[in-house]
């Protein structure tokens, strides 16, 4: 042999395995079947294949889900894809009957109804495990309505609030989650099967009936369109990167929490690990992986973003880039939502170190500035400047202003004929509670979320 046929046979081999997907696409071998009997019950329907073959492709196609699911199963590179790869072995099984099934279809409309059914067969199961995060939120959160946390904003601390309002914060970013899910399952609902290569199909087929049989509310409405829309691949990307933001934002503060310096939180040994040479040092290492899984994330829908930007219709090689990204995205998306949901309901709370943490950064000086305004009807600026001498005292005398006393108040020259009511004002449980308007962190509004939530959680 030449060196030249060599070559050649090794560029064969090299452009087989470029241009192959089988080694991943078939994890969709169970919607690849599934919309395969759903395609040929309808073509026997419409007798375009007669029920006898229908019947054998439906017990062919069915033995070989039997095989992939035990093992025995043999994916060969030669096959191409995952739809080339059942319907060879179909073809094996069955016969001739096997060549009927791909009649009125092109592996275009099939690998966007494997895809879709994929990508809402998921989206069913995320939202399912951000229910279960959400009420394992709501939960702890009902216990802590009245456990006093600073409140920050540029990581400074600001006012009193409480850990139950605080949590029921991250309890309104994962309903989003789980909205913006629904939202998507509902616009993606659309059944590709039968718009075939580009431009439908000569036969007459019922795509309202193959619909039907695969739970879609209907079929798309461009054949066109349909057959390189990648949309719903993108929206699965995108609600799994926000999910995971949100994620990797309560990880941050668990990670903060956990520390020395805060104290706040104690996780389980199961999510924490010591030091390899510091055996007094318990690291965050999962709420850190958590928070790293961000950028492998983002990066997937980045990729598909960039696959779609440039394609003309109809439909363009390019677009087997689609799944490996939502396949990787999907499972971290799910086992981040498994082990945040472990971490939480493990989690050791220390409400003393929060209550002591709520008595360093004078967090209810805004309330001072809020009660001269209130039965002084001193403007808000003007108070705003008051208020800032009171704190200057405080730190002068090395108190936080939640423990001044009146006679200390009355020090300040605008402040001398302050009434003694002030005092209770300043009680950092009060100045929690104070905060009483539709959304605040009063203890009866925060009970007021929890409730909301819980008629939600109950009702979807």
Not at 95 to 105: P, W
Not at 110 to 119: I, R, S, W
Not at 170 to 188: G, L, T, V
Not at 393 to 410: C, F, M, P, W, Y
């Amino acid at each position: 042999m030449s060196n030249n046929q060599i070559l050649k046979n090794d560029n064969n081999e090299i452009l087989k395995q470029f241009n192959a997907s089988v080694n991943f696409d078939k994890k969709l071998y169970l919607q690849d079947i599934k919309g395969s009997i759903a395609h040929s019950k309808m073509l026997a329907l419409q007798g375009i294949i007669s029920s006898q073959d229908q019947k054998l492709i439906e017990n062919g196609l069915l033995q070989i889900k039997d095989e992939i699911e035990n093992g025995s199963f043999v994916w060969s590179i030669e096959d191409e894809d995952v739809h080339m790869a059942i319907e060879n072995r179909l073809t094996s099984i069955i016969g001739d009957a096997g060549g009927r099934l791909h009649t009125a279809r092109s592996r275009n409309d099939q690998v966007a109804t494997d895809f879709t059914l994929y990508v809402q067969d998921k989206t069913k199961e995320i939202q399912s495990k951000l229910k279960t995060f959400i009420e394992v939120l709501v939960t702890i959160a009902s216990d802590h309505t009245d456990t006093l946390i600073p409140g920050m904003t540029h990581l400074q601390h600001a006012q009193p609030i409480n850990f139950g309002f605080h949590l029921m914060a991250y309890a309104n970013m994962f309903k989003r989650d789980y909205e913006r899910f629904a939202s998507s399952y509902e616009r993606n609902n659309y059944c590709p099967l039968g718009s075939a290569a580009l431009a439908g199909t000569p036969h007459n087929i019922d795509r309202f009936k193959t619909a039907q049989l695969l739970g879609f509310d209907s079929p798309t409405l461009s054949a066109l369109d349909t057959s390189s829309n990648r949309d719903f691949a993108l929206e699965i990307l995108f609600n799994i990167s926000t999910t995971i933001m949100h994620i990797s934002r309560l990880s941050e503060e668990l990670i903060l929490w956990s520390s020395y310096e805060f104290g706040f939180v104690k996780m389980s040994d199961e999510y924490a690990t010591t030091s390899s040479i510091m055996p007094q040092k318990k690291n965050p290492d999962v709420p850190e992986l958590l928070r790293g899984k961000t950028g492998r994330v983002y990066g997937n829908l980045m990729s598909l973003l960039t696959v779609m930007k440039g394609l003309p219709l109809a439909y363009n090689k390019d677009t087997q880039e689609d799944k490996e990204g939502v396949f990787d995205s999907v499972e971290t998306c799910e086992i981040s939502l498994d082990i945040i949901t472990a971490v939480m309901q493990t989690l050791i709370i220390n409400k003393d170190k929060m209550e002591q943490a709520c008595q360093v950064g004078h967090l209810s000086a805004t309330d001072l500035a809020d009660y001269l305004v209130q039965k002084q009807n001193i403007p808000f600026r003007t108070a705003y400047y008051i208020t800032k001498d009171v704190v200057e005292l405080a730190n002068t005398l090395n108190k936080d202003v939640s423990g001044l006393t009146i006679q200390e108040l009355r020090t300040i020259e605008k402040l001398a004929n302050i009434d003694e009511d002030v005092i209770s004002y300043l009680d950092l449980r009060n100045s929690m509670n104070a905060r009483n308007s539709f959304g605040g962190t009063s203890t009866k509004r925060t009970q007021e979320q929890i409730q909301s939530f819980t008629q939600w959680l109950n009702n979807i």
